[in-house]
């Protein structure tokens, strides 16, 4: 034992003087960093700096300030000056200019001192901040950065004899190991380490290990396993129902379907339980059968949508279902998921679509009338990988449509259009598939509500607005701890009272007047399949989706560091500055759920939404849109928030601009996009910069103007958004002058 004491003794020493060493070198980084701070204050308020950015805030002037000030500041590597809206972050080139440097410009946005040093760029110390006129305004933002020796040198002066120092920087991106010094063999006690003044440094202390004798006996260790053991059970019992965000933990997300499928493949079908036909017996099958080939129209960029009736049938609906059923087969799967929402064509259309997949030799789970996100959910909780919705989404009651996933991707462009060729060309399966009836939608409740429990129960008017989301809408409300008030929860496919489409403000008008009559919290709508989300607040205001968006993202970056956040093309320009100054990587992309959700894929994005209210969740949840699931999320944030404020309170504090609603022009069938083609072609916006990943996009300083075609009903889609009533009308102005100038005939709606 004395042995034992020794070593006891000599950790205890070791640690005491590694602390001593700690507390050293950050004083010296400190001290670093206020004469690096005071230098550049006094730099930065020089007067004649003042008067040659006030007289020209040019970029050439800026460019000859920041050289000037670069040979003054003793040290600098690098000296730029930015624009006073900082527009080289807002709308450059972000990758090529870094997101940790622009979440560090963001951050001294409206800021009236330096912020923070920091090491944007390795091996560097930055500092950025404000350059402010004799009248108080800002001329203009310094970005200094220096070699970061000097932080360097103070952490090697450092006298150890064991353990180690690690100078780290903490932000919102996470932690980063910027040096070290000391000896290897260490132990696992890391303190949370010396916070620098004035930065984002912080030296940490990692003690040596040392080896002590009685750990090693047999009974201790018996019993430290025994513990172990008991421990993991408990852990792997109340796994479920952990909340990822407690403790500001890393949240962990449930895998998306494609992953699920990749790590748990569904058994082949044998060769004898279903063949491709040959061109000779597919033509043979055709002429058996009076189904018809599918009107080419349908097949749209991310989905199947016809009008009943006319181009949809029960026909095409067995035609799509053998071309799906095709599709599976030739991932080697056999089972997939169909649902359908309350439409009155839903029953023939889905019964026939099953009839198509058995045809082609596919098994089929029949989960019945539900939401299209419970159809997603079902494909990853039945192991399928597969599904498709029947739903015509928030169209008119005359359409309908196929939402297909396949193999845990979803069809969008080239996969919806080969399935058209597939029945062109008789490239079809034949076999014998099953059908069986599933009751999914238990299991979906309790999957969120085991995630999601609200410190608080709030009062929800949930309008489903006669829509399928009424099966899952209340229910869910409920289970997480809030107090719904149903308005048109009964499913009838008719939809009697409104339009069951959330984006458009007029069919918001009873949930509205329904949420002040019955003074409840908060109000939140859905559309026809559920799978989009609408809110308005306690004083009738409407919160779009892309300021919900700003919501959502917020919260997933406290768990998810540095995460990337999609937004569409029809989101406000203040996402992008919000997301950076949060942390995180903003991406525009285009329209489309499908479309989103490939994106995700390839960028591993934990969040994304649309101006059309689609919100999709990769952190703790499966990468779907689901707008009852995305309800969830929006009142667990409500109601847990630290501060105990109001709905209307924790909106207020987001970026707020003048804007329209989403504009709808109606067109003849299939001449949207043609249009838009042309206005690409032929428009011009002096002084804007054009994006056209998705129709035509132009952004100024103060505002964006927008022109799409919707690719599910022949509309173009417009929206403006600016930072006040006077910049809005002159982008508007802009934008009906180049409209018309193209076709003359429109009606436009503004």
């Known amino acids: 034992m004395g042995w034992q004491t020794w070593l006891a003794w000599h950790q205890a020493s070791a640690s005491r003087m590694l602390v001593t060493a700690r507390q050293s070198v950050a004083s010296k980084i400190a001290l670093v960093i206020a004469d690096k701070r005071a230098e550049l204050t006094r730099a930065l308020t020089q007067p004649a700096l003042i008067a040659q950015l006030a007289a020209n805030d040019a970029p050439p002037a800026r460019a000859a300030a920041a050289a000037r000030l670069k040979n003054e500041i003793t040290g600098a590597a690098a000296v730029t000056l930015y624009s006073t809206q900082l527009n080289e972050v807002l709308h450059g080139n972000l990758k090529q200019l870094g997101y940790a440097r622009a979440a560090q410009l963001m951050s001294a946005l409206g800021a009236d001192q330096l912020g923070p040093a920091q090491s944007p760029v390795a091996r560097t110390m930055s500092f950025a901040g404000p350059i402010i006129g004799a009248n108080g305004a800002i001329l203009a933002y310094a970005s200094i950065d220096f070699h970061d020796s000097a932080l360097r040198i103070a952490l090697h002066s450092a006298a150890i004899s064991a353990g180690r120092l690690q100078l780290m920087q903490s932000n919102k991106s996470g932690d980063i190991l910027l040096d070290s010094v000391g000896s290897s063999g260490l132990g696992s006690d890391v303190d949370t380490g010396t916070p620098i003044a004035h930065s984002l440094y912080r030296v940490v202390s990692t003690p040596p290990a040392f080896w002590l004798p009685f750990t090693q006996s047999p009974g201790i260790a018996l019993a430290m396993a025994v513990i172990a053991l008991a421990l993991g059970a408990v852990v792997l019992r109340e796994r479920p129902h952990l909340r990822a965000r407690l403790g500001g933990e890393p949240a962990t997300h449930e895998p998306a379907l494609a992953d699920i499928l990749a790590a748990n493949p569904p058994p082949p079908a044998t060769e004898t339980a279903v063949k491709t036909a040959t061109k000779k017996e597919a033509s043979v099958a055709k002429e058996a059968t009076d189904d018809p080939i599918p009107d ?32 599976v087969r030739d991932k080697d799967l056999h089972e997939i998921v169909v649902g359908r929402d309350g439409r009155l064509s839903g029953p023939e259309l889905s019964a026939a679509l099953v009839e198509g997949l058995q045809a082609a030799g596919v098994d089929v789970i029949d989960i019945g009338a539900v939401a299209t996100p419970v159809s997603y959910f079902a494909a990853f909780q039945l192991n399928t990988g597969s599904c498709v919705s029947v739903t015509g989404s928030h169209n008119p009651p005359d359409y309908n449509g196929f939402k297909v996933v396949i193999g845990g991707e979803t069809l969008a462009d080239d996969a919806i259009a080969d399935l058209y060729q597939r029945i062109v060309d008789g490239r079809l399966a034949e076999g014998h598939g099953a059908v069986r009836q599933y009751d999914i939608v238990g299991e979906y409740i309790e999957r969120i509500a085991s995630d999601i429990q609200t410190g608080r129960s709030l009062k929800v008017v949930v309008d489903c607005g006669n829509g399928i989301a009424a099966n899952t809408g209340p229910g869910v409300v409920t289970a997480i701890g809030c107090d719904p008030i149903p308005l048109y929860c009964e499913v009838d496919g008719t939809f009697p009272n409104h339009h069951p489409d959330p984006s458009e403000p007029k069919n ?206 022949p509309v173009l889609v417009l929206r403006f958004d600016a930072d006040g009533p006077d910049a809005l009308k002159r982008i508007e102005d802009q934008f009906r002058a180049q409209l018309l100038a193209c076709d003359s005939t429109l009606t436009l709606p503004f």
């Not at 095409?316 to 599709?327: F, T």
Request: proline share 4%.
């Open 508 to 713: 918001l008008a009873d949930l509205i007047l329904t949420v002040k009559q019955t003074g409840a919290d908060l109000g939140v709508a859905f559309d026809g399949d559920g799978d989009r989300l609408g809110v308005v607040t306690r004083d009738g205001e409407i919160i779009y989706p892309d300021r919900v968006l700003m919501l959502f993202a917020e919260d997933v970056l406290t768990r998810n560091p540095g995460a990337t956040i999609l937004y569409d093309v029809k989101c406000t320009g203040h996402l992008q500055p919000l997301i950076l100054k949060a942390g995180g990587s903003p991406l525009m992309w285009k329209t489309g759920h499908s479309l989103i959700k490939a994106k995700m894929k390839e960028t591993g994005a934990q969040l994304a939404g649309e101006m059309s209210g689609h919100f999709f969740f990769r952190e703790r949840w499966y990468g779907f849109d689901d707008g009852v699931y995305a309800a969830a999320r929006l009142l667990e944030i409500l109601a847990d928030d630290p501060a105990g404020r109001t709905p209307e309170e924790i909106f207020a504090t987001l970026p707020k601009g003048v804007s329209t609603p989403e504009l709808h022009v109606q067109m003849a069938e299939g001449q949207n996009h043609p249009f838009v083609a042309r206005f690409r072609e032929r428009a011009d916006f002096a002084g804007a910069r054009i994006t056209t990943i998705d129709g035509l996009r132009a952004d100024w300083p103060d505002g964006w103007g927008l022109v799409r075609a919707s690719n599910t009903t």
């Open 296 to 327: 080419r129209s349908i097949f749209r960029a991310y989905d199947i949508r016809g009008v009943v009736g006319k181009t949809l049938s029960a026909g095409v609906a067995r035609q799509l279902g053998r071309a799906i059923g095709s599709a």
